[in-house]
């Protein structure tokens, strides 16, 4: 079945830097990559998604970039502000007939943004 | 419209002991999952159901079962409860599938195994 590897577990940047967060994964069939993000007691809500069919996305300071032949992809937040402070979960969905795939999540990183 | 609403919220057993948690999707979602959640192993995928019937199942082992209503309402249970089961258990629905688009979780239920 599909494993989804996600490093680093822990990451600590300054505010207005960088994040970047990667993910491998093992099914080559996936297609369909989403980021969910979970703030402290609450629930994972989804933040960006990306279908195989493209190779990058950007929605705002969030953007994921997908390399269908390493089978990796990647998160990538600019301008960090404290509030993006959380844990992020990528997952990688191996889909057969249709509607049918299940969602498989890496193991996640703790985001934390230090003002 | 109403969010994904997990019941109980809390709840405290002993070893041995068997859990039913309750799901109850976004109306209109025909799909719920369910997942564990603990601190070292991030979500872990339980199974899915979809209009009434398991589509996908993790691996987790046959003490950690399922169903889902007619109504799309979904149960999982846990028989003979062993310490490694405390975890928040989180379920999250959809309309079509988790491959398909968002997944919309619960607030998620606590268990604790004395």
């Known amino acids: 079945g599909e494993n989804v590897e996600q490093h680093p577990s822990t990451l600590s940047v300054q505010e207005g830097d960088s994040a970047v967060i990667k993910c491998t994964y093992s099914?080559?069939?996936?297609?369909?990559f989403p980021w969910y993000k979970q703030e402290l007691g609450k629930r994972p809500q989804l933040i960006i998604d990306i279908r195989s069919n493209v190779g990058e996305k950007k929605d705002q300071r969030i953007a994921v970039t997908l390399n269908k032949t390493a089978k990796h992809f990647s998160l990538h937040i600019t301008e960090t502000q404290p509030e993006d402070s959380a844990v992020y979960f990528c997952a990688a969905s191996n889909i057969s007939g249709g509607s049918q795939g299940n969602l498989i999540f890496g193991k996640g990183t703790k985001l934390s943004v230090k003002p | 419209k109403a969010g994904v609403t997990q019941t109980p919220r809390y709840l405290i057993k002993t070893r041995g002991q068997q859990v039913t948690l309750s799901c109850s999707p976004i109306s209109g979602h025909r799909s719920v999952s369910w997942y564990q959640q603990t601190p070292g192993q991030g979500l872990q995928f339980l199974f899915e159901y979809f209009s009434e019937t398991q589509r996908n199942k993790g691996n987790f082992p046959g003490r950690f079962s399922g169903r889902q209503f007619s109504n799309s309402r979904s149960e999982m249970n846990v028989s003979t409860l062993e310490l490694g089961d405390s975890a928040l258990y989180l379920c999250?629905?959809?309309?079509?599938?988790?491959?398909?688009?968002?997944?919309?979780f619960g607030e998620g239920s606590r268990l604790t195994v004395l």
């Open positions: 099914d080559s069939a996936s297609n369909y």
């Open positions: 999250a629905s959809s309309p079509e599938g988790p491959s398909t688009g968002e997944l919309f």
